[in-house]
């Protein structure tokens, strides 16, 4: 199958309307390039909303965390207003508190002996 070579016109022979044709397309051509350009990179553009649904989807992760956080400490909290086993826990263990009678035993960590 031969192809055939599309003709090409001299610009002599186009006319003035076919001119401000093609003046026109190439210019709304232009224009939608502008257009789709800046809707894909601009200040609101597609990636920049990417970018922010991203950092709200991060943003709210980190909130959830918090408030489950906060709900421990709430409880934490209260245990240590009423609960007498877990205020003497907490006495033992950040202060240092003992009753009368226990021993404290201190283990330290020993290198191990050398080979000699």
């Given at each position: 199958m031969?192809?055939?070579k599309p003709r090409v016109t001299p610009v002599s022979d186009v006319?003035?309307?076919k001119r401000r044709r093609r003046i026109v397309e190439s210019a709304l051509v232009a224009i939608g390039c502008i257009v789709l350009?800046?809707?894909l990179i601009g200040e609101r553009g597609l990636i920049r909303m990417w970018r922010a649904q991203e950092e709200a989807r991060t943003e709210q992760r980190l909130l959830s965390q918090a408030q489950a956080k906060a709900i421990r400490l709430r409880e934490e909290k209260r245990l240590l207003e009423s609960d007498w086993s877990t205020i003497e826990d907490a006495a033992r263990r950040e202060l240092g508190l003992i009753k009368p009678g226990e021993k404290i035993f201190t283990i330290?960590?020993?290198p191990p002996a050398s080979n000699r």
């Open positions: 031969k192809r055939r006319t003035p309307r350009g800046d809707s330290k960590d020993v």
